[in-house]
DNA sequence: CTACGATGTTAGATATACCTAACAAAATGT
DNA sequence: ACATTTTGTTAGGTATATCTAACATCGTAG
């Protein structure tokens, strides 16, 4: 049995893996806003569990069934956030801290039938994937609106580091997943980007929100 | 600020208060399955939270402020079990434990949105009352069917002690709540009746349960 | 009216999940 | 290479929510 604790430690284990799958103790106790000691403890029931690799100083590393449940959980969690949306009309600037709480819910049923309503989707509201239920994600290569260049369209697929006053921003400036914005110039001083995209003509979007924002090219 | 556990002590303390509102310790540990020590302590707690009037070897009773804290976990509760039903599409013998999770949510506006989505219902799905926004209940006066008598014609409109077998059994026999009932005859014996409803013309219903469905006379 | 069974409390223990203070190891910069 | 900073661990403590064993009180049946 895996605690509601537990599943956020690994939930924020498999969010902060870097390409190697590497989490170090420091960046977890930040993101939990848990001090290291207490996370090094919890580090060492998860791998009691067999949930963590650990070994002292190394880097954090979940095991495959440590990848799977927290596969499971972020499914959890994304299926909420697209049901919140989809079906019960919140805004995707709401959702995701009612998801934190909602995704502990132990209900095999529950869950099945929230992806069955929404006609099991592949992306949560932010464009992120949805794992299957055996946590797997299906990866998909996107380009930050950042590294795109002046001239180029491209369709706006998914947000990153989602947070409320973020996605409040992009709501002001009318910006939404599926959104066609067209790179009229590239300002190489600050990276910032003039677009333009629907009926605006000539908006100016920062390189902070450029990073932000996950494209495909047309 | 009242913690998850405590929640469903103040449940269980207002769904077991008998007509003076009291409830012993015993029935409150037997209710929740915990050793009565253990609810001893709590009840101390939730005395220094002014939620419960704790006397040593007497009744417990909830405060006005229990009350009130009560019914707005119960109004949780009784607002995820409808929405379970209705716009879910679950039956209503499986949505109590999942209701028992989801009304630990801390969020006004996801229950705010569910009560709109529902159009403000005042009853949940096994027919009890949701209380208001204050945690007030509207208490309606119902009779037991094992109160009626042969000849009288009733509609069910709640259910009582509502296990998932029970509710299953309704299920199997058609009885739902609205269903209308016309008592044919009343065993003295055993209490048993034979009633007929919708297509079935005679069908017997065991005292057990007559007792758990309460109607409303035409 | 008292003895006994039911009910309730006290005392002390355990597990989980958190903390601070102190210490140890690793990484970094001059 | 060594001092300093950053990162990580150990030790020991707290709060919550649970338990069992022992003791106390209550209610009632004889
Ligand atoms: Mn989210
Ligand atoms: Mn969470
Ligand atoms: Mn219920
Ligand atoms: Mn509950």
């Known amino acids: 049995m895996i605690s509601l604790t537990e599943e ?7 969010n902060l ?9 420091n960046e977890l106790s ?3 806003s848990i001090k290291m000691p207490t996370v090094t403890s919890m580090m060492k029931k998860l791998a009691e569990k067999k949930l963590v690799h650990y070994e002292s100083y190394k880097p954090l590393r979940l095991t495959e069934k440590g990848k799977k449940e927290a596969g499971l959980v972020i ?3 994304r299926l909420t956030e697209m049901f919140l949306v989809d079906k019960m009309g919140f805004g995707w600037e709401e959702v995701h801290d009612i998801a934190e709480q909602v995704e502990h819910v132990r209900s095999v049923v529950f869950f099945d039938k929230i992806d069955e309503l929404l006609g099991f989707p592949k992306i949560d509201p932010h464009g992120a994937p949805i794992p299957d239920k055996n946590g ?9 609106l950042s590294d795109c260049h002046a001239g180029e369209t ?12 973020f996605l409040k921003f992009l709501n002001n400036r009318e910006i939404r997943l599926g959104t066609k914005i067209k790179i009229k110039s590239v300002e ?3 990276g910032s980007m003039v ?14 929100v450029c990073e932000r924002l996950l494209v495909e090219k047309e």
């Open 8 to 14: 956020n430690y690994l939930k924020a284990l498999f």
């Open 154 to 165: 491209v369709r706006v697929s998914a947000v990153i580091h989602t947070s409320s006053e």
């Open 17 to 25: 893996a870097n390409h190697a799958g590497e989490v170090n103790v």
């Open 136 to 144: 797997k994600f299906a990866w998909i290569a996107y380009d930050k």
């Open 75 to 77: 499914r959890k969690h």
């Open 188 to 190: 190489s001083f600050d």
């Open 30 to 32: 930040k993101q939990l």
């Open 195 to 208: 677009v333009s995209y629907d009926n605006r003509s000539a908006d100016t979007l920062s390189h902070t």
